[in-house]
């Protein structure tokens, strides 16, 4: 039997192991490679600090900056050619109703002043400025006790009868107050007027009712009884909203005592009016008691 043997095999020996190196030079071996490791150690720290040291602070970041977008231009389309056809007249619709006339403004109306009628020249109230009127003989009286002489809160009497159109009211400024007695009479137009007042308290001689008056001044006489015998005097006209003069005149504490005084008055505005005088309270200076004369002025 033969034996067939790979190329070579008989002809190349096999390769030996190199033989181990000996312990000295382990030692240097190792201790080389020691310091070499420490070697580039130490570089790299030293090249690092040099680094950190001399670098140039980094750049900002770049601000982006806004680029503009061209619109795309428009694609030209097709013009349609233009009608030739004229277009329609406009209409316009004229409204069959008419528009809504307008009222013409009208004047204000006015006032008429009431109407006094000519018997009514005598009384004292309501004087031809004041429109109010009265049916009733008591809310005359009790109109004319605190809307003219000022009167409170008057209590007022019973009506006694003169005769068929005449005829007394009493009032008084509490029950147990002093009476002033207010003439009412029942005018051609069948409404109550006061003729005038008088008071047991206050009796006036002059002027009397009817007497003619006239500027600068007016004289009074009579008799009075009165907190510290104090009268007050007032002269009005019909027309005047203000008195034409105003003052005092001094009679009895304590009883009945005669008094003479003068009150100046201005001009009048109307031919007619009055002369007031009051006695007042001690506790509130109220009204207490009247005497009232109508009287005329001389123009």
């Known amino acids: 039997m033969t ?10 020996p096999s390769p030996q192991p190199p033989p181990p190196p000996s312990p000295a030079r382990r030692r240097w071996a190792t201790a080389a490679a020691v ?37 795309p231009a428009p694609t030209p389309t097709a013009t349609a050619p233009a009608p030739t056809t004229a277009p329609a007249p406009s209409v316009t619709v004229v409204p069959t109703t008419a528009p809504p006339a307008t009222t013409p403004p009208t004047a204000a109306p006015t006032t008429a002043p009431p109407v006094v009628p000519p018997d009514a020249s005598t009384a004292v109230w309501p004087t031809a400025a004041v429109a109010t009127r009265y049916d009733d003989p008591l809310a005359a009286a ?26 007394e009211v009493d009032v008084r400024p509490t029950r147990r107050g002093p009476v002033t007695t207010v003439l009412v009479r029942r005018m051609s137009d069948d409404r109550w007027w006061v003729l005038g007042a008088a008071s047991a308290d206050i009796q006036l001689d002059t002027p009397r009712a009817g007497d003619v008056l006239a500027p600068p001044s007016v004289a ?14 007032s002269v009005v006209d019909d027309a005047s909203a203000e008195p034409l003069g105003t003052g005092w005149v001094t009679g009895g504490g304590d009883e009945l005592r005669p008094f003479e005084g003068a009150v100046a008055i201005g001009r009048p505005r109307a031919e007619r009016g009055a002369v007031v005088l009051t006695s007042d309270s001690a506790m509130d200076g109220s009204v207490m008691a009247a005497s009232v004369v109508r009287v005329a002025f001389a123009r």
């Open 220 to 233: 009074l006489t009579g008799r009075a009884l009165a907190f510290e015998g104090t009268v007050a005097v």
């Open 3 to 12: 034996v067939i043997l790979p190329p070579d095999q008989d002809q190349q």
């Open 142 to 167: 009790r109109g004319f006790a605190t809307r003219f002489v000022g009167f409170a809160d008057p209590v007022v009497g019973p009506y006694r009868a003169g005769d068929s159109r005449s005829g």
């Open 35 to 71: 310091l070499a490791t420490i070697a580039v150690a130490v570089s790299v720290v030293v090249l690092a600090i040099v680094l950190a040291g001399d670098a140039p602070e980094p750049d900002p970041p770049p601000v982006p900056v806004p680029t503009t977008t061209a619109a």
